[in-house]
């Protein structure tokens, strides 16, 4: 049974950071290119960033460049988001996908509320 669990979310003030983690289980993890995505009420759900198997060349969605960074640990089987800086505009549910070729995986999603 594949899961895929966030953690980390929460309510920040702007200009605040926070750290979510995505922990993964019944995949072969390194195998799998690891995203985040967030989905903000109203809107479509967005990719935010992007972290090949191996790590290395990241993507980011041009409105998180320079604030948030993807990292993962294949030991360890977890991927996790640095956001900083945040802004309201951040505000939204964020969710862990796991992608090979044609199998994708979801995350329940976790919350970011930035606000003050």
């Known amino acids: 049974q594949v899961q895929l669990v966030e953690s980390g979310g929460g309510l920040v003030q702007p200009g605040g950071s926070l750290r979510l983690s995505c922990a993964a289980s019944?995949?072969?993890?390194?195998?799998?290119?690891m995203k985040w995505y967030r989905q903000a009420p109203g809107k479509e759900r967005e990719l935010v960033a992007a972290?090949?198997?191996?790590?290395?060349?990241?993507n980011y969605a041009d409105s998180v460049k320079g604030r948030f960074t993807i990292s993962r640990d294949n030991a360890k089987n977890t991927v996790s988001l640095q956001m900083n800086s945040l802004k309201p505009e951040d505000t939204a549910v964020y969710y862990c996908?796991?992608?090979?070729?044609?199998?994708?995986?979801w995350g329940q999603g976790t919350q970011v509320t930035v606000s003050s």
């Open positions: 996908n796991a992608k090979r070729g044609a199998q994708t995986y």
């Open positions: 972290i090949p198997i191996a790590g290395g060349n990241t």
């Open positions: 019944g995949i072969t993890f390194s195998t799998y290119v």
